[in-house]
């Protein structure tokens, strides 16, 4: 029996002396603990809730699990994959003897690289406008805006942009 696992029916004529326990002051003290019960109700499922709540976070295996557990609990065929990213191009000094053709107009033809490389920023070789992409199979049955309410909730603050794909 855990801490907050109390047996409120059994209580009362535990507690209740020898001398007053009968039918009648059992059932009065019954009835005088019922608003006791029910915010112990309360309080369980808001406990459970909230223990729920804090065993997920923004890591993808337990974003998954939360989304599985809510649109497919049976299935689990909901799943996370990163978004398109570009891997930046490294630039060499002159000691490291690593030449590079950068792809300038001027240069084609005077190289034995097959194909240009291109420099990029650094919001080019970031991701390109979606962090990630939860995929939904088609026979789940959702609420879009219950789905991304619940991304909202898990997900890391940063990672503020991803779409929704069913397969």
């Known amino acids: 029996m855990a801490?907050?696992?109390i047996d409120y029916g059994a209580l009362v004529p535990q507690m209740l002396p020898v001398k007053l326990r009968n039918a009648v002051m059992t059932a009065w003290l019954q009835c005088l603990i019922t608003p006791v019960k029910w915010l112990y109700g309360l309080f369980s499922v808001?406990?459970?809730?909230?223990?729920?709540?804090?065993a997920?976070?923004?890591?993808?295996?337990?974003?998954?699990?939360a989304l599985?557990?809510?649109?497919?609990?049976?299935g689990r065929g909901i799943y996370i994959t990163d978004g398109p990213f570009r891997d930046p191009l490294f630039l060499y000094t002159v000691p490291e003897?690593?030449?590079l053709w950068l792809g300038r107009v001027s240069e084609e033809g005077t190289t034995t690289y097959p194909d240009p490389e291109w420099l990029y920023t650094d919001a080019e070789t970031y991701t390109f406008?979606?962090?990630?992409?939860?995929?939904?199979?088609?026979?789940?049955v959702f609420d879009?805006?219950?789905?991304?309410?619940?991304?909202d909730k898990y997900r890391l603050p940063g990672r503020s942009n991803y779409t929704i794909v069913t397969f």
């Open 56 to 65: 997920h976070d923004g890591q993808v295996c337990y974003l998954e699990a």
């Open 144 to 151: 879009t805006a219950h789905l991304r309410a619940l991304a």
């Open 3 to 5: 801490l907050f696992d």
């Open 97 to 99: 003897a690593k030449p």
């Open 129 to 140: 406008g979606v962090c990630f992409i939860i995929h939904v199979p088609s026979t789940v």
């Open 46 to 54: 808001n406990r459970t809730a909230n223990l729920y709540l804090l």
């Open 68 to 74: 599985n557990d809510t649109f497919d609990n049976t």
